[in-house]
């Protein structure tokens, strides 16, 4: 037995060609891979290149093409000078910034609260209310707002960025609910169980524990929060009609087209400056956001 | 430090399932009491119970004197040591050890005094700074006792806390939990599904199955003096033979007769104790330690001498374990390396007959 087990592979037939046809087979698995990346990427990328070069083109450019459109004969800043000097536009930056803000904060004391009750504390219909919060979500904004502007204009803040802070966590919070109930059911028992006799009470537990070590999945569940109130364009076009109160999403396509006169210039450059922000949050934060996302996939 | 009581403690659960039956068990003051058993016997669901984790359903348990079925887990001046550690994975180990203190706001300097005393007991001091991840199995469950060890409590509860250790560790670790109670003397409570750990930790052995306690002993009574079948076949390893048997009047000596007719005698002094049960259908029980090969001088009293054919020969090293069929019921006999075991050869043995015990099949209770 062991006498074989010594022998090369090379006297066992077949195995040598085995091994070659493995290689072989990864490496057409590979071309396969990075052809088809290679044409979602042309086809992801294709719009927003075309969206920056269109921003730095003059408006006389824009409207006299000549020759193909994917090389800029002029760059030119103005678009991005004309917006930022523009004190409407940097009050539609202002606005959506204190919407996300008071979005996200307001969600994640909500639902970090809510989740760690329902994952957490056994009560009558806890199990009904997690699935519930779930299926709230399924519910899509575009149905959602007919009810919730009678709401917002009962309340007095239609035109007004607090009605955003109000109904922005309808999308916000039954999601975020969700990842955080499956962060904290992937915490084991025992350390709730340690907690306590340790001498945690439930806050302490929730602050101490349970926050520390969800904070992958919080982050996760910040940057949705984030994305979503950020890029939220159904809500703020039914109840925002003021421009001094409108965010970035509503506030560019509504001043910088006038009737059928479209700044195509400062459109663009408007767009590119509002993708920033979740650009960049999503470059420094990307791997959190993945960690949060797959939490309790596997054992670890 | 203190002594806990349990009176007539059950947990019935949802649907009626009762997973503890109305046990009771007396808890001495720096007493080490081990609770074992098999698995779903119910001794994980007391030490809860001890702790706060679960609910008592009906009876009273008391810890120092005073009832604590209704007092949360933090001020039952308790602490516990899980299976799987349950080390906040965010602390070091220094303020995994500091936690509980911190929570109950002990100064500075005496949390520091305390986490470095314990350190020193179970020799992490240079861990102190790491975090649990950067641990090996063995460091996390020294850690996880000196999580309890720094709070003093009266009670420590250990849950199984080795299972999770390879071979080699979990036999450092037994000899290192005996040693910090020899130098802390807490009253300890220790739950394990190993009758090994249970033998060498325990003060007293707590034998548990289906919800109730088999018999509440120190080890060496729980191993020469089983009450029950159960106990009998769970504490020892290799676990005791239990052959079929009848118990026969021949003349003025009882008789053990086997399957297969082999005749073996009843020890004098046994006689008057099983003279109740002669002529019935019982349970022989012998150890595999007492079932031995013949050796020259050998002066032990009431040996008994039978052949018996071995189909299975394991040698250990340090010994030889034969396996024997007797019309069905497995007969382990151990022998001494040195002696030539052949399957399929037969075997002159010999059955300490002084050491056997028999056990009532209606029952289940070592007569």
Same mark, same amino acid.
């Given at each position: 037995? %062991?006498?074989?087990?010594?022998?090369?592979?090379?006297?066992? !037939?077949?195995?040598?060609?085995? =091994?070659?046809?493995?290689?072989?087979?990864?490496?057409?698995?590979? =071309?396969?891979?990075?052809?088809?990346?290679?044409?979602?990427?042309?086809?992801?990328?294709? !719009?927003?290149?075309?969206?920056?070069?269109?921003?730095?083109?003059?408006?006389?450019?824009?409207?006299?093409?000549?020759?193909?459109?994917?090389?800029?004969?002029?760059?030119?800043?103005?678009?991005?000078?004309?917006?930022?000097?523009?004190?409407?536009?940097?009050?539609?930056?202002?606005?959506?910034?204190?919407?996300?803000?008071?979005?996200?904060?307001?969600?994640?004391?909500?639902?970090? #609260?809510?989740?760690?009750?329902?994952?957490?504390?056994?009560?009558?219909?806890?199990?009904?209310?997690?699935?519930?919060?779930?299926?709230?979500?399924?519910?899509?904004?575009?149905?959602?707002?007919?009810?919730?502007?009678?709401?917002?204009?009962?309340?007095?803040?239609?035109? %007004?960025?607090?009605?955003?802070?109000?109904?922005?966590?309808?999308?916000?919070?039954? #999601?975020?609910?969700?990842?955080?109930?499956?962060?904290?059911?992937?915490?084991?028992?025992?350390?709730?169980?340690?907690?306590?006799?340790?001498?945690?009470?439930?806050?302490?537990?929730?602050?101490?524990?349970?926050? !520390?070590?969800?904070? &992958?999945?919080?982050?996760?569940?910040?940057?949705?929060?984030?994305?979503?109130?950020?890029?939220? #364009?159904?809500?703020?076009?039914?109840?925002?009609?003021?421009?001094?109160?409108?965010?970035?999403?509503?506030?560019?396509?509504?001043?910088?087209?006038?009737? @059928?006169?479209?700044?195509?210039?400062?459109?663009?450059?408007?767009?590119?400056?509002?993708?920033?922000?979740?650009?960049?949050?999503?470059?420094?934060?990307?791997?959190?956001?993945?960690?949060?996302?797959?939490?309790?996939?596997?054992?670890? | 430090? +203190?002594?806990?009581?349990?009176?007539?403690?059950?947990?019935?659960? *949802?649907?009626?399932?009762?997973?503890?039956?109305?046990?009771?068990?007396?808890?001495?003051?720096?007493?080490?009491?081990?609770?074992?058993?098999?698995?779903?016997?119910?001794?994980?669901?007391?030490?809860?119970?001890?702790?706060?984790?679960?609910?008592?359903?009906?009876?009273?348990?008391?810890?120092?004197?005073?009832?604590?079925?209704?007092?949360?887990?933090? @001020?039952?001046? =308790?602490?516990?040591?899980?299976?799987?550690?349950?080390?906040?994975?965010?602390? %070091?180990?220094?303020?995994?050890?500091? #936690?509980?203190?911190?929570?109950?706001?002990?100064?500075?300097? *005496?949390?520091?005094?305390?986490?470095?005393?314990?350190?020193?007991?179970? @020799?992490?001091?240079?861990?102190?700074?790491?975090?649990?991840?950067?641990?090996?199995?063995?460091?996390?469950?020294?850690?996880?006792?000196?999580?309890?060890?720094?709070?003093?409590?009266?009670?420590?509860?250990?849950?199984?806390?080795?299972?999770?250790?390879?071979?080699?560790?979990?036999?450092?670790?037994?000899?290192?939990?005996?040693?910090?109670?020899?130098?802390?003397?807490?009253?300890?409570?220790?739950?394990?599904?190993?009758?090994? *750990? +249970?033998?060498?930790?325990? @003060?007293?052995?707590?034998?548990?199955?289906?919800?109730?306690?088999?018999?509440?002993?120190?080890?060496?009574?729980?191993?020469?003096?089983?009450?029950t079948k159960f106990?009998a076949?769970?504490?020892?390893?290799?676990?005791?033979?239990f052959i079929p048997a009848k118990l026969?009047?021949?003349? +003025?000596?009882?008789? =053990?007769?086997?399957?297969?007719?082999?005749?073996? &005698?009843?020890?004098?002094?046994?006689?008057?104790?099983?003279?109740?049960h002669?002529?019935k259908e019982v349970l022989f029980g012998?150890?595999?330690?007492?079932?031995?090969?013949?050796?020259?001088?050998?002066?032990?009293?009431?040996?008994?001498?039978?052949?018996?054919?071995?189909?299975?020969?394991? &040698?250990?090293?340090?010994?030889?374990?034969?396996?024997?069929?007797?019309?069905?019921a497995?007969?382990? +006999?151990?022998?001494?390396?040195?002696?030539?075991?052949? !399957?399929?050869?037969?075997?002159?043995?010999?059955?300490?007959?002084?050491?056997?015990h028999l056990i009532d099949p209606q029952t289940d209770r070592v007569i």
């Amino acid at each position: 037995m %062991s006498a074989t087990a010594a022998t090369p592979s090379a006297a066992i !037939p077949g195995l040598g060609r085995r =091994i070659g046809s493995l290689r072989k087979e990864r490496r057409w698995a590979l =071309i396969t891979a990075y052809i088809s990346l290679i044409v979602a990427a042309i086809v992801m990328l294709a !719009p927003p290149l075309y969206m920056l070069l269109t921003s730095l083109k003059t408006s006389a450019e824009i409207s006299n093409p000549v020759g193909t459109p994917w090389i800029v004969r002029n760059p030119t800043l103005d678009n991005y000078w004309a917006l930022i000097s523009d004190p409407m536009f940097r009050g539609f930056f202002f606005n959506s910034i204190k919407v996300t803000v008071c979005v996200v904060v307001l969600t994640m004391v909500i639902s970090v #609260f809510a989740a760690f009750s329902l994952a957490r504390m056994k009560f009558f219909g806890s199990q009904v209310l997690a699935t519930g919060v779930f299926l709230t979500y399924l519910v899509p904004d575009t149905l959602l707002f007919i009810p919730l502007y009678q709401i917002v204009g009962a309340l007095g803040l239609l035109n %007004s960025t607090w009605g955003l802070v109000l109904v922005y966590p309808t999308l916000t919070v039954p #999601f975020c609910t969700w990842i955080m109930i499956g962060y904290f059911a992937s915490i084991p028992k025992e350390l709730d169980e340690a907690a306590l006799i340790d001498g945690a009470n439930w806050m302490q537990m929730l602050t101490k524990i349970f926050i !520390p070590v969800a904070l &992958p999945g919080i982050i996760a569940a910040t940057i949705f929060a984030f994305t979503v109130s950020w890029a939220a #364009f159904v809500y703020p076009t039914a109840f925002i009609t003021r421009p001094d109160e409108m965010p970035l999403t509503i506030g560019v396509v509504s001043q910088l087209i006038r009737g @059928d006169t479209f700044a195509w210039g400062q459109l663009m450059a408007g767009a590119l400056l509002a993708a920033l922000p979740p650009v960049i949050v999503y470059a420094f934060l990307m791997d959190y956001y993945i960690a949060g996302l797959t939490a309790g996939a596997t054992k670890g | 430090m +203190a002594q806990v009581k349990l009176n007539r403690i059950v947990k019935e659960y *949802e649907g009626g399932v009762q997973a503890v039956k109305g046990i009771d068990l007396d808890i001495a003051d720096h007493e080490f009491v081990v609770l074992v058993g098999p698995s779903g016997c119910g001794k994980s669901t007391t030490l809860r119970m001890i702790a706060g984790l679960e609910e008592i359903s009906k009876g009273e348990i008391l810890i120092g004197g005073n009832v604590v079925n209704d007092i949360p887990p933090r @001020d039952r001046d =308790i602490a516990m040591v899980f299976q799987n550690y349950a080390l906040y994975p965010h602390m %070091s180990v220094y303020d995994n050890m500091a #936690f509980g203190l911190m929570l109950r706001k002990f100064p500075k300097e *005496e949390i520091r005094r305390r986490v470095e005393n314990a350190a020193r007991i179970l @020799d992490i001091g240079m861990l102190l700074d790491r975090k649990p991840k950067a641990l090996s199995g063995g460091q996390r469950q020294r850690v996880a006792m000196g999580r309890a060890i720094v709070r003093d409590p009266k009670v420590f509860l250990f849950d199984e806390p080795l299972s999770n250790l390879d071979a080699k560790l979990r036999v450092q670790m037994r000899t290192e939990i005996k040693k910090v109670h020899q130098t802390v003397k807490t009253t300890t409570v220790y739950v394990t599904h190993d009758q090994v *750990e +249970a033998m060498t930790l325990a @003060d007293r052995v707590v034998v548990m199955n289906h919800g109730v306690i088999e018999q509440v002993g120190p080890p060496t009574e729980l191993y020469h003096k089983p009450a029950t079948k159960f106990v009998a076949g769970f504490i020892g390893s290799p676990a005791m033979n239990f052959i079929p048997a009848k118990l026969a009047n021949g003349g +003025a000596a009882l008789n =053990i007769v086997l399957p297969g007719g082999i005749s073996l &005698p009843v020890p004098e002094a046994r006689a008057k104790r099983y003279a109740g049960h002669a002529g019935k259908e019982v349970l022989f029980g012998i150890r595999p330690e007492h079932l031995t090969e013949v050796r020259p001088n050998d002066h032990r009293p009431n040996l008994a001498h039978l052949k018996l054919t071995p189909e299975v020969v394991e &040698p250990m090293g340090m010994e030889t374990l034969a396996h024997i069929w007797l019309e069905g019921a497995e007969v382990v +006999a151990r022998i001494d390396p040195s002696v030539p075991a052949e !399957p399929g050869r037969a075997l002159p043995l010999a059955a300490d007959m002084g050491q056997m015990h028999l056990i009532d099949p209606q029952t289940d209770r070592v007569i």
